[in-house]
């Protein structure tokens, strides 16, 4: 009988770990010791976990993010260029705190320029590359606070490029969540936040990356540390594992080790306990449909907006895709014209559900039409 019980103590002291841990996938508020957290699934922009996302906050050199947005769709836009020579203003000189030293009239490229701000978080570089775009610091913030209306950062108001402590500069974790998500579309941005240590003005200057998770984060793609007195020890930590991206933001640390902690027990119950399924829309064959009466037989269909949905993990596998598609459509046609949805359903409930619309215009088959048709072929012959 002691023997019997004896055993069953022991099966229940070696069992109550294992369910514990089986049981404890769920995040709570004393995991992560920071203030103001945040994790989300950048493509779909889905919310893992929170805690005082939306409390308003200085972020320090997170507002870097902001300002590398900026250049690069700059630099997509053929507005500036990566060769392109930036010089030195005495304003951009005065900056102090985190820099690269830069002298008044001194020139770099604006690669070198991004790679001091990425990598080093340079105040001086940032501003050189805000006044190289814009001309003046403040015309430059009058864009990033643009920029984040169009983003729907609701509780951000930048009033500086670099992120050093003024007043009235604040944002909020899901704010910078929101931007960090934008920038990581420009994946050439991952060339210069990956980066552990490089060198500038032809190997006399060497920098070394403020994210320390590049050496210890599996996985890890930036994106960008900021420390001053006001705002702590923050971070906009971006990681991508078996086809999925996360990003946490951490605001208001007291310690550097803190932040990286906290972003690293972010991204780990992310990894481990979602998974993304993403539509494309070829692999499902969503083709074209028949136009009635139009000068074209048929129009092209595409998915609009998000095409993915994030999912517990192991269940993307159950989920099914259901497509309710017009057979056909009358003439005209605009485009992005809604003819149809497809939706995702798990254990018979919807999880998302996107438009099918069309991909370009139809014009209405009139006599005139037919005969400009007509004439357009005969000159081209």
């Given amino acids: 009988m002691f023997i019997k019980r004896f055993v069953s103590i022991l099966l229940v002291l070696l069992l109550v770990p294992f369910f514990a841990t089986a049981e404890s996938s769920a995040l709570s508020d004393t995991d992560v010791s920071s203030p103001s957290v945040v994790l989300i699934e950048p493509s779909s922009l889905k919310i893992l976990y929170e805690k005082n996302a ?37 304003h951009a000189k005065s900056m102090g705190g985190s820099d690269i030293w830069l002298e008044v009239g001194e020139q770099m490229t604006v690669d070198e320029m991004i790679k001091a701000t990425a990598v080093a978080s340079a105040n001086d570089a940032a ?30 108001v930048f009033k500086n490029c670099n992120g050093l402590d003024e007043e009235g500069h604040i944002t909020t974790a899901y704010d910078v969540a929101l931007m960090s998500a934008q920038l990581i579309k420009h994946e050439k941005i991952f060339d210069y936040t990956t980066i552990w240590i490089d060198e500038l003005r032809g190997g006399e200057t060497q920098i070394v990356n403020t994210n320390k998770l590049l050496k210890s984060y599996d996985g890890i793609t930036g994106l960008k540390t900021g420390t001053t007195s006001q705002a702590g020890s923050c971070i906009s930590a971006t990681a991508t594992r078996d086809g999925m991206s996360l990003v946490a933001v951490v605001l208001g640390s007291d310690t550097g080790t803190e932040r990286f902690k906290d972003a690293s027990v972010l991204l780990d119950y992310g990894f481990a306990n979602f998974e993304v399924l993403n539509f494309d829309g070829k692999s499902n064959k969503l083709g074209d449909i028949k136009v009635n009466g139009g000068m074209d037989k048929s129009v092209e269909l595409e998915c609009s907006g998000m095409n993915s949905v994030v999912l517990k993990k192991g269940s993307a596998k159950d989920a099914k895709i259901n497509q309710k598609i017009d057979e056909s459509v009358d003439a005209p046609v ?40 007509l004439f357009t072929s005969m000159v081209a012959m």
């Avoid at 507002?63 to 507005?79: C, F, N, R, Y």
């Avoid at 018979?348 to 400009?372: I, P, Q, R």
């Fill in 54 to 90: 939306n409390e308003q906050r200085a972020c320090a050199s997170i507002t870097k993010v902001m300002t590398l947005l900026l250049i690069m769709e700059a630099i997509d836009e053929g507005q500036i260029g990566y060769d392109d020579v930036v010089t030195t203003s005495e």
């Fill in 334 to 373: 605009k485009k992005n014209q809604k003819v149809g949805t497809i939706s995702y359903t798990l254990d018979g409930k919807e999880v998302a559900s996107f438009d099918v619309v069309t991909k370009n215009e139809v014009e209405k088959m009139t006599f005139s039409a037919v005969l400009s048709e």
């Fill in 127 to 156: 501003v050189a590359l805000a006044e190289h775009l814009c001309g003046s610091e403040s015309d430059f913030v009058a864009l990033m606070n643009q920029r984040a209306k169009e983003l729907n950062m609701k509780n951000t």
